[in-house]
């Protein structure tokens, strides 16, 4: 089974976002499952997640809303208030009941304090994550935020972390990143952490040219370190259109992890992900 662990839905009519804006005017507009549905069949994709794009439990409750009404999304990784372990604690006793639920994130590089997520009140909240066996979509930017997972795991050993987006790996410097790297290595050495192959597209040099050799460095590194069955495939769609579109990003990351053995590539490309969401 092939699976899209990290897409998006957002509906303007429905609820303010704060991202995206008139500076992305291709993607500042609703963008819902018809638009997705005929790109995930041509790519032969089975099952996506989408994953929260707005710090909000009304958002969570429309994505819920629309994984009970298609077939083809199998999660949801959604919010709940963190900074309010209590109230975070409340909701998840909610949303453990939906099926669709599987995770959340914070749109931890929104906030103005680079180490927000590293504030006792917020461990706090992780703490009652770990407790209801919820696992946490991280969505480190490097070098800001990258730095804080090892904190995280000390203080919630308990906690299922999963890296966005390799952490966006600054590979628009056209050279290999030895910090990123080192970074990567080093939270690579906790086992219940793993990492998302997605959203590379963006940092990419040239987002019009850009293609797998970009990518491939940074893959295959971090396969080296976290080994296969601890990485996931996502789109990052339609963030992914920014640099390109749906297709593109699902052919250029088969060309990436080209060398990789079946059983390597059938864990990215859906069985980690299955494991780790419980899809």
């Known amino acids: 089974m092939k699976v899209d662990s990290h897409q998006h839905f ?17 993607i500042f507009r609703n963008i819902e499952p018809d638009e997705l549905k005929p790109l995930i069949r041509k790519a032969g994709i089975d099952k996506t997640v989408i994953v ?51 995770g959340v994130r914070h749109l931890i590089h929104e906030e103005d304090d680079a180490d927000w997520i590293v504030q006792d009140k917020v461990i706090e909240g992780l703490k009652v994550l770990a407790d209801f066996n919820i696992p946490y979509d991280f969505v480190a930017i490097f070098p800001k935020h990258l730095k804080h997972v090892n904190t995280i795991v000390e203080k919630v050993p308990n906690l299922k972390i999963v890296i966005d987006h390799l952490a966006k790996p600054p590979i628009y410097e056209g ?3 030895e910090q990123w790297a080192q970074q990567m290595a080093e939270i690579a050495e906790y086992p219940q952490v793993y990492s998302k192959v997605s959203g590379l597209n963006t940092v990419c040099a040239n987002r019009e040219s850009w293609s797998y050799k970009d990518l491939e460095p940074y893959i295959e590194f971090a396969v080296e370190k976290f080994g ?10 339609p963030v ?5 579109d749906y297709l593109k990003v699902w052919n250029e990351t088969n060309k990436a992890i080209g060398k990789l053995t079946a059983e390597e ?11 780790f969401y419980n899809l």
Not at 10 to 26: A, G, I, L, Q
Not at 60 to 80: F, R, S
Not at 266 to 274: C, F, M, S, V, Y
């Open 10 to 26: 957002w509906n303007f009519d429905r609820m303010d976002y704060t991202w995206p804006t008139e500076k992305e005017p291709s």
């Open 52 to 102: 929260q794009a707005k710090d909000a439990c009304e958002e969570t409750d429309y994505l819920l809303e629309l994984a009970e009404q298609h077939d083809w999304i199998a999660g949801v990784v959604g919010w709940v208030p963190l900074l309010n372990p209590d109230e975070a604690a409340v909701k998840l006793e909610k949303y453990k009941k939906n099926k669709y639920f599987k």
């Open 175 to 177: 050279k290999f990143n």
């Open 228 to 237: 296969a069955n601890r990485l996931m495939y996502g789109s990052d769609w």
């Open 240 to 244: 992914a259109n920014l640099a390109g």
């Open 265 to 275: 590539k059938e864990a990215i490309l859906g069985k980690t992900a299955i494991e």
